[in-house]
């Protein structure tokens, strides 16, 4: 039977499945590989919050510490001012020696870099999906420069003060390396020969106004640390929000 047509019907149905098939295939696989992705990120993130979390709660603890000691060298210093205003010829050497001590140290304070510091110098914070935990991380890095301000404002307070007594009190150097050592009464210097110029001291008004500047220090310490800590609670707290977020 030559010259007859053959004819081919296509089975189109079939061919639109498997065609639908191969697309579904595609577009899983392209799902599966953005699905483990996230999962790595998130894993990234979730390291990221948990080293910024346990560096947040021990500067927390540190400013804390460091907020008594300020404290403590303002009332030594307004103690130490009151002082001399009570002087009336007779002097305790013992309590004089105390609180010139304690105001001689300060406090500055130190807060290491830590897991937020490796990200800032790696440009990693966009680890970091929650826009607003960013925002509030840069602006702790913020007042680390406010706090280093603060110190630059102490060691010239004690830079001076340690220059006005050397000339005028020599035992004030030794009060200083006693301080740093913690001592007990029975480990304070025999101030009796240094009465002498301990009452000049007290009597010098220019003394006063050092010791009064000491004072301001400590207290601008305070409330920087008290900034600090308020921007450092707020941290902690959206770190550990979007932690529970992850889990």
Do not use: C
């Not at 403590?72 to 009151?82: D, G, I, P, Q, T």
Request: hydrophobic share 45%; proline share 3%; aromatic share 6%.
């Amino acid at each position: 039977e030559t010259g007859r047509k053959v004819t081919m019907t296509i089975p189109w149905n079939r061919v639109l499945i498997e065609g639908a098939v191969i697309v579904l295939s595609i577009l899983l696989a392209f799902a599966i590989d953005a699905w483990w992705a996230g999962v790595g990120a998130q894993k990234q993130e979730q390291l990221a919050l948990d080293g910024i979390e346990t560096d947040f709660a021990v500067y927390l603890e540190e400013l804390a510490h460091d907020r008594e000691l300020n404290q403590a060298r303002a009332e030594s210093a307004r103690a130490l001012v009151k002082l001399s205003g009570e002087n009336s010829g007779q002097i305790d050497t013992v309590r004089f020696e105390d609180l010139l001590s304690r105001v001689l140290i300060y406090s500055p304070i130190i807060i290491p870099a830590g897991t937020l510091g490796s990200l800032l110098e790696t440009d990693g914070l966009a680890v970091i999906t929650d826009p607003t935990l960013r925002l509030e991380l840069v602006a702790w890095t913020q007042v680390l420069d406010y706090s280093e301000e603060l110190n630059a404002y102490q060691v010239e307070q004690s830079r001076e003060l340690d220059a006005f007594l050397k000339p005028r009190y020599p035992m004030a150097g030794m009060l200083r390396k006693i301080s740093r050592q913690t001592p007990s009464t029975d480990e304070q210097t025999n101030g009796a020969a240094f009465t002498a110029d301990a009452m000049k001291l007290l009597q010098d008004q220019e003394f006063a106004n050092h010791v009064v500047y000491a004072e301001g220090a400590s207290i601008a310490m305070i409330q920087g640390i008290d900034r600090m800590v308020k921007q450092g609670e707020q941290v902690l707290s959206l770190v550990r929000k979007r932690s529970a977020e992850l889990k």
